[in-house]
């Protein structure tokens, strides 16, 4: 048996990124963020923020900061001197409640009040980034429309977050704070300022790549129907991770089967970090059934119960690696070949369809036309950073579809970005 074998079976399955029509899902992006934008039925709900990329942020002013996003919880003070470096004080870290678990509304509110307790006096606004599908209001306050990332909290779809949390804070005795609820993307996004105003970038996006992911972008007020603002310009949340436009592989249908919300999320199923491990293991138990792996191999594989992320990438950095999951004798040396390959299709793919996602940003925010002035992307996620290979797969097919349109983008990482994006959106405010 020959890689071509592989390859063909690559290519059945639709697991590669050959596969994948740039311009043609491009399209779909732009024709979903405007049917989102004009309220129309979309897979992009387009959610505005009503939160400007503008403003100077106010020196040596305490905020409190919420960072509920994937499976843990953060609440930390942060302030901002002179020169704009962020102090962060009081930092902890929980478990996301409604992960472990499923919660009441209750339940819920009085972990919240918990956690903010020692912080409760340090400040009298929240910065809450809220990483959940939410509708914000004008004054800033989110109505959650379902969860994602597996969180069970079914009460809470429907209500006001800032308001269920004011309330139950005031039930306990502690005052009422100014809360502003924002999405990680869009505290992405504000938190790329500093170091894209002293590049002198054109405009700012916020990507996402973690448990799971989603986009934001700035977007004048005028383009956006659904809203009654002519002028100006504010962050808007994608929520991208719900894009239903792409052809699922074999793979993933047999592994969006097995979630809790089949047929939901199909984007974010594909190439985000709670996903792939599962994605690659439907792949390589498909490779088993058409024979391409050894009898000990195919055994092994059916009795293979869970497939981590961390699992696709340490095997593609070193197959030889002790802690490599097939690592075992009882992979043949071809066994490791054929499941090399489908993993690195896998990671290939998930990258361009990563990187047509950002471009769709760039190209729909209208800016990044000289290289003088790119767009500044602030990309944070393990699963983007530490999946071996995937930033700079991802960067390539980028600059491939940019190129041709003169576009040119400016890639940032910072440390707890959502944290700091949060605390600007906080004090501004």
């Known amino acids: 048996m020959n890689n071509n074998c592989v390859k063909d079976f690559l290519k059945k399955v639709n697991l590669t990124?050959?596969?994948?029509?740039?311009?043609?899902?491009?399209?779909?992006?732009?024709?979903?963020?405007?049917?989102?934008?004009?309220?129309k039925a979309s897979s992009l709900a387009m959610i505005a923020s009503y939160v400007s990329a503008e403003g100077e942020v106010p020196i040596d002013k305490p905020v409190i900061v919420l960072d509920a996003g994937g499976t843990n919880l953060r609440?930390?003070?942060?302030?901002?001197?002179?020169?704009?470096?962020?102090?962060?004080?009081?930092?902890?870290?929980?478990?996301?409640?409604?992960?472990?678990?499923?919660?009441?509304?209750e339940e819920f509110y009085n972990l919240l009040c918990d956690y903010l307790k020692p912080v409760i006096n340090k400040a009298d606004s929240i910065g809450f980034c809220f990483s959940y599908p939410t509708e914000i209001t004008p004054e800033k306050d989110g109505k959650l429309l379902y969860w994602t990332k597996e969180v069970k909290v079914p009460?809470?779809?429907?209500?006001?977050?800032?308001?269920?949390?004011?309330?139950?804070?005031?039930?306990?005795?502690?005052?009422?704070?100014?809360?502003?609820?924002?999405?990680?993307?869009?505290?992405?996004?504000?938190?790329?300022?500093?170091?894209?105003?002293?590049?002198?970038c054109s405009d700012y996006v916020g990507f996402i790549l973690g448990t799971g992911t989603n986009t934001a972008y700035v977007e004048k007020n005028e383009n956006i129907a659904k809203i009654d603002l002519n002028s100006g310009t504010q962050v808007i949340n994608v929520e991208s991770g719900n894009f239903d436009k792409c052809s699922q592989s074999s793979a993933d249908i047999n592994m969006d089967n097995n979630t809790e919300n089949p047929g939901k999320y199909i984007f974010e199923k594909m190439i985000a970090g709670r996903y792939?491990?599962?994605?690659?293991?439907?792949?390589?138990?498909?490779?088993?059934?058409?024979?391409?792996?050894?009898?000990?191999?195919?055994?092994?594989?059916?009795?293979?119960?869970?497939?981590?992320?961390?699992?696709?990438?340490?095997f593609l950095e070193n197959p030889f690696n002790a802690v490599a999951i097939f690592s075992p004798t009882n992979y043949t040396k071809h066994d490791?070949?054929?499941?090399?390959?489908?993993?690195?299709?896998?990671?290939?793919r998930s990258a361009k369809l990563t990187a047509i996602n950002i471009a769709s940003a760039i190209i729909k925010s209208g800016s990044g036309n000289s290289p003088l002035k790119p767009v500044c992307i602030n990309i944070d996620g393990s699963t983007y950073h530490k999946l071996?290979?995937?930033?700079e797969k991802c960067e390539a097919f980028l600059r491939d579809i940019l190129n041709t349109r003169d576009l040119y983008f400016y890639p940032i990482n910072l440390d707890n970005a959502p944290i700091l994006g949060s605390a600007i959106a906080g004090l501004l405010a």
């Open 17 to 39: 990124a050959e596969s994948i029509d740039s311009e043609k899902l491009l399209q779909q992006f732009e024709t979903e963020m405007e049917k989102g934008l004009s309220g």
């Open 75 to 105: 609440v930390c003070t942060v302030s901002f001197d002179q020169h704009g470096k962020a102090d962060i004080e009081h930092f902890e870290k929980y478990t996301m409640p409604g992960i472990s678990s499923e919660l009441t509304k």
């Open 155 to 200: 009460e809470l779809v429907g209500e006001y977050i800032g308001k269920g949390l004011n309330d139950a804070l005031e039930s306990k005795g502690y005052p009422k704070k100014k809360i502003t609820i924002l999405n990680d993307t869009v505290a992405a996004l504000l938190a790329g300022k500093a170091i894209g105003e002293v590049r002198k």
């Open 276 to 314: 792939l491990g599962a994605v690659a293991l439907e792949a390589i138990k498909l490779a088993a059934e058409e024979g391409l792996l050894s009898e000990t191999a195919k055994l092994e594989i059916e009795n293979l119960k869970e497939l981590e992320t961390v699992d696709v990438s340490i």
């Open 336 to 348: 490791k070949e054929v499941i090399y390959y489908i993993l690195s299709s896998l990671v290939e």
């Open 388 to 391: 071996y290979s995937f930033s």
